[in-house]
Every structure is written in C-alpha cells, then in structure tokens.
C-alpha cells in the first residue's frame, strides 16, 4: 500500500466521485455478490440501472468492482458491486444491514415485472402507512432485500 | 397491513420520497442501530448530516426510524436508522454487505476529527490507486464499515 501524495500524480480517472466537493455527501453502498453478470442482469434489466465506465480490478485484493445506479459516480446513489475472484460460497448478511431502498414509479408494476423473471418476492405490494406510497420488498440474486417504493402519485 | 388505494386517502406528509418521479432511483440503505442517539450523534456531530424531519414509530414492529442525509429524501443519498425497541444485544454484519461509503472533502483531517472523539479508524487514510483519492475506513458505533473517500483535490 503506497501513500503517493494526490497532488504529486493525479490521474484524473481515479476521481470518479469528483475533485472539487466542499461539502460531504453519501456515495454508494458496497455489497458482495457471487455472480457479477447475474447481478448485473438484475439491477440492469430488472431496474434499469447502468453500469458505470470502469470496471475496477484489484489484482492484490483479488476482487473486481463494478459500480452501478442511474446517474453517475459523483451523484452518489449508487451501488458498488463486488466479486471476489476466490469466493464461491453465499455470503452472510447478518442481522444488522437491512436493505436498500429503490424508489420506482411504480411499484405494482415492477413487482409484477421482477416476478415474471424469477426473482423472489418477500413483500408484496401494499401501503403500510394509511395515504402513504406502495412499498414492496425483493430479493436480489444475492439474497440481499431490495426495498421498493412508490415515487409516483397514480 | 391494509392495501389502501394510495390516491384515496392521500397523505403528502408520508410522500417524502417524491410523487412524481418518472424514473427510479436509489434511494437509500436501512441500518440497525443498537443506540439512536448515539448514531445520530456520530453521524450529525462526525460528519455533518442531519435528521430529517419526521421520525417513525412503527407501533406494531415495535421500531422507530430516523433518516439522515445531507439533502432531503428525495435527493435519495440517505441513510435510515432502525432502533428495534426490544433489542439490545449487537447486531451481526454478516460477510455480503461490505460499506457505506461517504465522500469528504478532505479524508485526512475527516479522520483525525474522528480519531479525536473516539471513533475506531481501520484503516488510515492511503492513496490505494495511483494518483487516486486518500480513501480510509472507520467503523460508526455499531461497527458498521464506513469507507471515507477525498472528494477535493488538494
């Protein structure tokens, strides 16, 4: 592990979340999947979310990163994905760690949509505070919950 | 769990994610906390986000819910707090969810601010990829992994 001083050779590459925030922000969520393209094909085709530029290969740690979300990099909201190159096992997820949050237009819809490809629903839509928004509880391939909620007014 | 047609009963107060978002987006990732208070000071005192308005209390969970962020619910970003009202003992973390990763403007004087009030600094800040960001890990007060990423060249 080399501390180079920042300034001394800046590859601008590796700034991804920005160079020039004041103030702090949350960026994303790491989490550790076993298939890296089956995860993928879920938060991409399921949720339509993107693939960032960079794929990140750390060939000390053994492990690559791929970061995923609607935007980019440096509007946070994002998801880092994680495949260790020598883990095969299912990963534990403890008691402590919850879920992630998507807010979907419409929940019903996409519930039906994760359904009609295989994924596991734990919750089904419904409205649990009286007048608020359809929520819904998934599971990705992981098995990590995926809390859904409705961002749209119908 | 009642299923009430949300457009029958409307609550704009429990639309606090929006109601007219027309495309997803991640909004943010729930956590169990032993001790509220002492996680909302870490985060509001340590890192400057703040609660948001309102704080739930799920009577029939038997939970409360505060969510903090440096913007508001709909910008997503967010981190949600669970204190469980029965539960006292530490949660586990499990081997499959990794970090929440915030981004500082300056991770150095982030984690001597930190190292000051007590905060258990994992992993001291080091530029990992040439010409990269400084990037560090402490833990919150449950023992969660937060990776502090620079977000300001220097």
Redesign the interface.
Known sequence: ???????E???DE??V????????????????VRDLDESLRFYIDS??MKAMGQRFEFEESRASAVFI???DYAA?????L?KEWDVNRP???????????????DVRE?VERLRASGTEITME??????????VAFVKDP???AI?L??????
Not at 1 to 7: C, V
Not at 17 to 32: D, E, F, I, N, S
Not at 76 to 80: A, I, M, R, S, T
Request: net charge positive; aromatic share 10%.
């Open positions: 592990m080399t501390t180079t001083p920042s300034h050779k800046f590859n590796l700034w979340w920005g160079k020039a925030a004041q103030r702090p922000r949350v960026l994303h969520t790491m989490v550790r949720f339509g979300g609607y935007d946070g909201n994002c998801l880092e994680v990963y534990t997820q403890g008691n402590g760690y919850g879920h992630i949050a998507i807010g979907v237009p996409t839509p419904a409205v649990l505070l009286q007048g608020g928004p359809h992981d098995g990590y809390e909620i409705e961002t749209r007014q119908t």
